[in-house]
Structures are given as C-alpha cells and as structure tokens.
T-cell receptor, first 109, second 114 residues
Framework: AQRVTQPEKLLSVFKGAPVELKCNYS??????LFWYVQYSRQRLQLLLR??SRESIKGFTADLNKGETSFHLKKPFAQEEDSAMYYC???????????FGTGTQLKVEL | DGGITQSPKYLFRKEGQNVTLSCEQN?????MYWYRQDPGQGLRLIYY???????QKGDIAEGYSVSREKKESFPLTVTSAQKNPTAFYLC?????????????FGDGTRLSIL
C-alpha cells in the first residue's frame, strides 16, 4: 500500500525565514511526487512535480529515494506563501493520487 | 478558471436522504475523480473514472455511487448508507495522455446534515 506522511499540521515562520515542508512516502515502485497548494478561498492547484525539476514561486522539491522524501523548500518565506500544502504520490496504474494530510503554512510579519 | 465546475457550493441533507453532487469539466479530460476532504485527514479518494461508462472504487467508496455517462460529467451520489457524510467534496479531472499529468480541481461542495 502507498502512503504519504506530512508530519506537521501547522508550520509557522517569519517573513524572510527559510521554509521546509516535510513529506515522506511509502511505495515499493518508482513514485511520481507532486506538491499541491490551496490558498485561502481558492481551489486546490498544482504547485510543482518532481519530474519537472522546476522552481515555482521560489519553491523547490527534490525527490530523495534513499530517504523516501520529497520535502518542499523555499529560502525566504513571503506573506503570500501562507496556504495549505499537500504532498501527493502517484504510483501503480492509472492517474489516481494518494494525498498526505496537509501542512498549513503561516508566514508571520 | 472555469475548467471544472462543481455545484452546488453548499448542500444540506436530511437523514435517510440521497443527494447528488454535480461535477462538469470542459477540459476534454478523460479521467475524473471524487475526493472527500476532512479536517486533519487530507484528501481521500472516493471514486474515479478513466473513461466514459467505466469507474473504479477508491479508498472510501462505501455509501457513495457514481456514473460516467458523458465525458464531461461525473456526478457523485451520497446515499443514506453513508453514515458520516458531512464533509467537503472535491472533484478533479486529468488528461490521460502521456505521463505525470496533474489533476485539476473544482471549488468543492460542502455537504452538511440537517
């Protein structure tokens, strides 16, 4: 069975501080990992995916197969980064995703 | 961003009543999904469909039913057998061509019990 773990329900940082949202997964095959974000009063949307190796809004995430992790990082947090972040895994057949429980990021001034 | 439209935004159900949540997409996506979102539990997959006239159970399908008669529509019925239906329901769709296609989400429907 595949599983995604986000250990922090809430992460509070000051503006300008580094951010790291943790995500660990459990999957026997070759996983595809995603980060989704939900800003206040907006729909859930894709932030980034590991296969693209991209930086979106200053966020990056590297897939570490040895540690089975896909942590989301940003060197300097901005107020507009405050949102709910979900890590998701796609494994096996089809395109269905397994989501973590989410981490609420709060960036304080 | 009207690619996926869910209606209604809020829905109230009486005990013993079935209710149907609507999900329509104009993205020409083959696959559609229904998730349930509860506080502290993230999103859990209820049902999904990869092609018209076919669908599969997700992790928490009991008490729910779906149909996929048209590519653009994937309604979810919450039956009276679902004993704890109060939740936020999200519909999503994705392209099936190629790999690593992201899912696109609707605004959600909040269901409450009267």
């Amino acid at each position: 069975a595949q599983r995604v773990t986000q250990p922090e329900k809430l992460l509070s940082v000051f503006k300008g501080a580094p951010v790291e949202l943790k995500c660990n997964y459990s999957y026997s095959g070759s996983p595809e990992l995603f980060w989704y974000v939900q800003y206040s009063r907006q729909r859930l949307q894709l932030l980034l995916r590991h296969i693209s190796r991209e930086s979106i809004k200053g966020f990056t995430a590297d897939l570490n197969k040895g540690e089975t992790s896909f942590h989301l990082k940003k060197p300097f947090a901005q107020e507009e980064d405050s949102a709910m972040y979900y890590c998701a895994l796609r494994g096996g057949g089809g395109n269905k995703l397994t989501f973590g429980t989410g981490t609420q990021l709060k960036v304080e001034l | 961003d009207g690619g996926i439209t869910q209606s209604p935004k809020y829905l109230f159900r009486k005990e013993g009543q079935n209710v149907t949540l609507s999900c329509e997409q104009n993205l020409n996506h083959d696959a559609m999904y229904w998730y349930r979102q509860d506080p502290g539990q993230g999103l859990r997959l209820i049902y999904y469909s990869q092609i018209v006239n076919d669908f599969q159970k997700g992790d928490i399908a009991e008490g729910y039913s779906v149909s996929r008669e048209k590519k653009e529509s994937f309604p979810l019925t919450v039956t009276s057998a679902q004993k704890n239906p109060t939740a936020f329901y999200l519909c999503a769709s994705s392209d099936m061509t190629g790999s690593n296609q992201p899912q696109h989400f609707g605004d959600g429907t909040r269901l409450s019990i009267l």
